[in-house]
T-cell receptor, first 114, second 115 residues
Framework: AQSVTQLDSHVSVSEGTPVLLRCNYSSSYSPSLFWYVQHPNKGLQLLLKYTSAATLVKGINGFEAEFKKSETSFHLTKPSAHMSDAAEYFC????????????FGQGTELSVKP | DSGVTQTPKHLITATGQRVTLRCSPR?????VYWYQQSLDQGLQFLIQYYNGEERAKGNILERFSAQQFPDLHSELNLSSLELGDSALYFC??????????????FGPGTRLLVL
């Protein structure tokens, strides 16, 4: 069965410092992986996705993630945090055997201090 | 704005009641997914429809049912509501569905509170 584990439930950074949100996945075959962001009282927005092309994936708002098969990881990074980045971030894997349903991690809440 | 619309935004009801949540997918998308977000269970897949037919089922209770209509909008029916059904219900859509590399676009959600 496929799954994702987000290693931190909460991350706090200062504005202008780098962001690292960690995610490990489990999959018996080449996975499709996504990062979604949820701002307070809003829906889910796709940040980026990996679908077996380039291992370094660039997304919106300066975020990027690197797929590392040897480490089964798909960590999300951003060089410099902005106050508007404060939100909940979800690492997600798509289930090939179940109509492409999404399996979500538990989420990481990112706080950005001024 | 993802192009997926959900109504109503908020719903307050009592235990034992029945409610219907509505979702309109993005123009051209044939597949609709329903997800539930609760504090204790996180985000969970409930059910998927593709062009009017059920394609995949997740952790959906027997008290819950869904359908997709010929105009491709979908409704999620929740009956005999319990306190534990209080959650945020999301609808998502994609072009085809059943294809893991497709992006799913999410609506703003319906927040259900059962008292």
């Amino acid at each position: 069965a496929q799954s994702v584990t987000q290693l931190d439930s909460h991350v706090s950074v200062s504005e202008g410092t780098p962001v690292l949100l960690r995610c490990n996945y489990s999959s018996s075959y080449s996975p499709s992986l996504f990062w979604y962001v949820q701002h307070p009282n809003k829906g889910l927005q796709l940040l980026l996705k990996y679908t077996s092309a380039a291992t370094l994936v660039k997304g919106i708002n300066g975020f990027e993630a690197e797929f590392k098969k040897s480490e089964t990881s798909f960590h999300l990074t951003k060089p410099s945090a902005h106050m508007s980045d404060a939100a909940e971030y979800f690492c997600v894997v798509s289930d090939n055997n179940q109509g492409g349903k999404l399996i979500f991690g538990q989420g990481t809440e990112l706080s950005v201090k001024p | 704005d993802s192009g997926v619309t959900q109504t109503p935004k908020h719903l307050i009801t009592a235990t034992g009641q029945r409610v219907t949540l509505r979702c309109s997918p993005r123009s051209g998308d044939l597949s609709v997914y329903w997800y539930q977000q609760s504090l204790d269970q996180g985000l969970q897949f409930l059910i998927q429809y593709y062009n009017g037919e059920e394609r995949a089922k997740g952790n959906i209770l027997e008290r819950f049912s869904a359908q997709q209509f010929p105009d491709l909008h979908s409704e999620l029916n929740l009956s005999s509501l319990e306190l534990g059904d209080s959650a945020l219900y999301f609808c998502a859509s994609s072009v085809r569905g059943g294809y893991s590399r497709e992006t799913q676009y999410f609506g703003p959600g319906t927040r259900l509170l059962v008292l």
